[in-house]
């Protein structure tokens, strides 16, 4: 450790928030969960609903905009607004972009003409920043770095449980992957978006979803397929793998690596019960995080079977939330406070634990 990183561990970074929508609200609350970060500030477009939440945690309200009559428009409506984006700018270290996808590149023009460093989500592309994270992936590769991009809910999960795989097998050779990707039709919150009574192919084959797991980890050869299906509540994805041979693995070993695998919970549907994703989400409430969460990928272990070197598999992703620990993590890793991603994923969940009373 350098003595530069030694002062910055005892730093608290300064973290705005630009967006405070369904991701911006929980990268929020996850940040204020730390004792090395602290939010100064989230920004909303308009005095909206979300406002409120704002107040009542206390991080201080700001106007996506500089205009003046848009950031007026919230004292109208009787919210303290301390200014506009570029006022938060100027207070910040880093700031975590959670607006609509594909609005980013306008934004980072803001980011990067102020010095700031900046965090976007999977809705952005992957040559806005030319750096893409998750934390069991490519930690290192974005330390320091001035900024990057989450990749995906989708993408995320399949790092989750793919990049370990892949490790594991080392010399031997690299995975080859298709997945399916059966995808919730709206979050639910959103009222704007469909399919209600339809399954919808995406009509671009390959679909974007796996590929740019090759954005953290170009080892693995992966394609997908996706399709969105009329649920609110998760993405499923049915997973084929192709190992390399003389791999050594058997179904035993993946369930165990698995297990070891930090945010994966793996369990077995028949015996516990959770056949559904409707199940695994009301296990999700049942732990107890705000929002009904679930940060980890669920992996049901009798749906896991290795035959010859074919491996099959289903995961099911709670897209508002899978991604929200790694944002923790990716602002650790540019702002160089820690370079190991292990240490920093155990940090990030064990305060998040405690922040909601979770034992
Ligand atoms: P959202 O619509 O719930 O929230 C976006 C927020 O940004 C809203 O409050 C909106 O008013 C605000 N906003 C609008 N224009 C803005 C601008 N120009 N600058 C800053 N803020 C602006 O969206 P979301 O679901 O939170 O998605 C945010 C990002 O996270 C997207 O890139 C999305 O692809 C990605 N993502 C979403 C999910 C998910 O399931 N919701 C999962 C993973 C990643």
Redesign the pocket.
């Known amino acids: 450790m350098s003595s530069y990183e030694g002062t910055l561990k005892h730093m608290v970074t300064r973290v705005a928030i630009?967006?405070?929508?369904?991701?911006?609200k929980r990268v929020a609350d996850a940040v204020d969960a730390q004792n090395d970060m602290k939010i100064v500030g989230v920004?909303?477009?308009r005095p909206s609903f979300?406002c409120d939440l704002a107040v009542s945690k206390g991080f201080p309200l700001y106007c996506?905009y500089d205009d003046q009559d848009k950031i007026d428009a919230f004292s109208e409506s009787g919210y303290e607004c301390k200014g506009g984006l570029s006022e938060l700018l100027s207070n910040c270290d880093i700031i975590i972009?959670?607006?609509?996808?594909k609005?980013g590149a306008?934004?980072f023009t803001k980011y990067k003409k102020a010095g700031v460093k900046s965090i976007f989500?999977?809705?952005?592309k992957h040559s806005l920043t030319g750096k893409s994270y998750t934390s069991s992936a490519n930690h290192l590769e974005n330390f320091g770095e001035e900024s990057t991009r989450v990749v995906?809910?989708n993408t995320t999960g399949l790092s989750r449980t793919l990049v370990p795989l892949n490790d594991l097998l080392g010399s031997k050779g690299n995975i080859s992957v298709n997945s399916v990707m059966i995808r919730r039709a709206a979050?639910p919150g959103d009222s704007s978006k469909g399919p209600i009574n339809a399954i919808k192919p995406v009509l671009k084959v390959p679909s974007h979803h796996g590929p740019d797991l090759m954005t953290v980890n170009q080892d693995i050869k992966i394609t997908s397929l996706a399709v969105a299906v009329p649920t609110t509540i998760m993405h499923l994805h049915a997973i084929t793998v192709e190992l390399p041979a003389e791999h050594g693995l058997t179904t035993d070993k993946v369930l165990n690596l698995w297990r070891d695998t930090p945010r994966v919970i793996v369990m077995n549907g028949n015996k516990t019960n959770i056949t559904s994703t409707a199940e695994v989400m009301e296990l999700a409430r049942d732990i107890g995080r705000k929002w009904g969460d679930l940060h980890e990928i669920f992996v049901w272990e009798d749906g896991v079977s290795l035959i010859d070197d074919t491996l099959y598999y289903f995961q099911a992703i709670h897209?508002?939330s899978d991604?929200i620990p790694e944002n923790i993590d990716a602002i650790r890793a540019l702002m160089g406070i820690e370079r190991d991603w292990k240490i920093s994923v155990e940090k990030t969940d064990s305060a998040i634990s405690a922040y909601y009373g979770i034992i």
């Open positions: 630009n967006g405070f929508g369904t991701i911006g920004t909303k477009t979300g996506t972009d959670c607006s609509p996808g609005v306008e934004n989500q999977g809705g952005e995906s809910c979050d897209q508002e991604v």
